[in-house]
């Protein structure tokens, strides 16, 4: 018989995501990149629409298929995407989120960058993988001398295809193997010069992402050691390059972007750097990866807690809307909390990577990056599940954005090394690079005399700190170490910049002594104002 649907929230479509973001506009402001207002509010309106939105669940439901050959026989290791992935990624290289940064470089351009890189992670992560290699390979390129390339880096269009005489260029790297994953120096793939720079290479990648890029930064063992190569998709003539895609993986999250396991079968490549010096080439790639992987997890964070508000405020229970029943304001308030430290933290490092960032400002991003890839990326998953609880029984199904979501968040932990070698990296720096720690502290200082919690936790790194280098096993404490490094530089940033509800309540719950505070989402002590923090949602 008919009934009436009542009591269910309308579509959360057809809004600024821009506008909406109040963290998100205040830290662009905040660091120099309001000049680009005028630009994000229409990335903002783009994304929020009704057809974007389900471009992106059409993305994530018609998976990438691999075809290895054609109907005649012929090799062809083509990934077909659906039409609707090819629309959103068009969308974000036409504004710009992959190398705008670097065409435009003034003061707040990474900012800006960062911004409209997170609008679309927002609703559709997938994509962005691509994106971020292609933004991460630029220094490299920059570095040796690759023209050609830069210059197809920086357009703003996107040509699926794979052919020769293309003018733009999405890029991937390859440096992990099946029996080495993150030790990279036990790759196996050899690279064979034929003169000029030039080489064949031959091999096996564990993973390879985004196969259909036109090029890759890849790693193989060259005659002088471990050394960076450029592998084109395509080669001059129109012949394909020798890569040979093996199969797609079948992962928990990230449906509609393809990884796959490649053979090389020489393929050719030309030495990018020195021979032997392959890591110290690509390590300018892997720091910005390692940022775009703080930016997706914030901007999943933000999706989350932005469709948990929506939820709640258009939801009655037990005769009151959700959000006015305290316990409901409590989580949603403690999730926003949490998005507005990686807001913060995001793009502060955004600005850090400019181009007039002075020594100083190098050495604290050289450490606040991998510091905050470690900790926004570990807590991006919780933080979904929380936001998808707030929507019951209706989070968890794939109707709604929700479960992609906490399907998504693990990625970004994963991906560009894992929490141990993150830590083990952080511990590394600290090691041989005193001017990174003191460069954060600085930072992290800047708030000193603001509240005593914040000063009473900044006094407790420096002491964490102080203790690893004499330790026979710092490994075992690196942890530790790490995450309180991230909530230091967490709590400065809010203390300074964000509204006092804001600061008060993360002093509160994450630099306090209560085991629940931060731990579990909606434990909130007495005296915070969740109100006024969830209204910022």
């Not at 992670?121 to 830069?150: D, F, K, N, R």
């Not at 906490?406 to 932990?413: F, G, N």
């Amino acid at each position: 018989m008919p009934h009436d649907v009542v009591n269910q929230p309308s579509p959360r479509t057809d809004l600024d995501e821009y506008a909406t973001n109040i963290a998100l506009v205040e830290g662009v402001e905040r660091h120099d990149a309001a000049w680009a207002h005028h630009r994000l509010h229409p990335t903002g309106q783009r994304v929020g629409t009704a057809s974007f939105q389900r471009d992106a669940e059409r993305a994530n439901r018609h998976e990438p298929v691999l075809h290895t050959h054609d109907r005649y026989g012929h090799r062809i290791d083509e990934v077909e995407y659906d039409d609707a992935y090819h629309r959103v990624i068009s969308a974000a290289v036409a504004d710009g989120a992959h190398t705008s940064a670097y065409v435009e470089p003034m003061p707040g351009a990474n900012v800006a960058r960062a911004a409209t890189f997170m609008l679309y992670a927002q609703i559709e992560p997938g994509h962005a993988c691509p994106v971020s290699m292609t933004h991460a390979v630029v220094p490299v390129l920059q570095q040796h001398g690759e023209a050609e390339w830069l210059r197809r880096t920086f357009s703003t269009t996107y040509d699926p295809e794979l052919k020769a005489d293309k003018h733009s260029a999405l890029f991937g790297m390859a440096m992990t193997e099946k029996q080495g994953g993150s030790d990279v120096r036990t790759n196996t793939t050899t690279a064979t010069p034929i003169g000029d720079g030039r080489y064949l290479l031959n091999g096996h990648k564990w993973f390879c992402s985004a196969p259909m890029s036109d090029a890759f930064l890849v790693l193989a063992q060259a005659p002088g050691g471990l050394s960076c190569f450029l592998l084109p998709r395509i080669l001059g003539d129109g012949a394909p390059g020798g890569i040979r895609i093996q199969r797609l993986k079948d992962k928990l999250g990230n449906r509609a972007n393809a990884s796959s396991e490649v053979e090389y079968e020489d393929a050719f490549a030309t030495l990018v750097g020195d021979e032997g010096r392959g890591v110290r080439t690509i390590i300018d790639m892997v720091a910005r990866t390692r940022l775009d992987c703080v930016l997706g997890s914030t901007a999943g964070m933000r999706q989350a807690t932005a469709e948990a508000a929506w939820h709640t405020r258009n939801r009655s229970a037990f005769g009151r809307m959700l959000i006015d029943q305290p316990a409901m304001m409590s989580v949603l308030a403690d999730l926003q909390l949490e998005t507005e430290a990686a807001t913060a933290t995001a793009l502060r490092l955004a600005r850090a990577h400019d181009d007039d960032a002075s020594d100083e400002e190098i050495a604290f991003r050289r450490l606040a990056t991998a510091v905050a890839k470690y900790w926004i990326c570990k807590r991006g998953p919780g933080h979904a599940y929380e936001a998808l609880e707030c929507l019951g029984g209706n989070g968890y199904t794939e109707s709604f954005p929700l479960a992609m979501r906490y399907r998504e968040q693990p990625v970004m932990a994963v991906w560009e090394g894992s929490g141990n070698v993150i830590a083990l990296d952080v511990l590394r720096a600290l090691g041989r690079d005193g001017d990174s720690l003191a460069a954060f502290d600085a930072e992290v200082s800047r708030a000193a005399g603001a509240d005593q919690r914040l000063d009473d936790w900044i006094a407790h790194i420096r002491r964490l700190a102080r203790d690893v280098a004499p330790d026979p096993q710092p490994d075992a404490t690196a942890r530790r170490l790490v995450g309180a490094l991230a909530l230091a530089l967490q709590g400065s940033l809010l203390v300074r910049h964000a509204p006092h509800a804001v600061a008060d309540a993360f002093c509160a719950t994450r630099l306090s002594g209560d085991p629940f505070g931060g731990a579990l989402y909606g434990a909130l002590p007495p005296g915070v104002d969740t109100a006024a923090i969830a209204a910022r949602a």
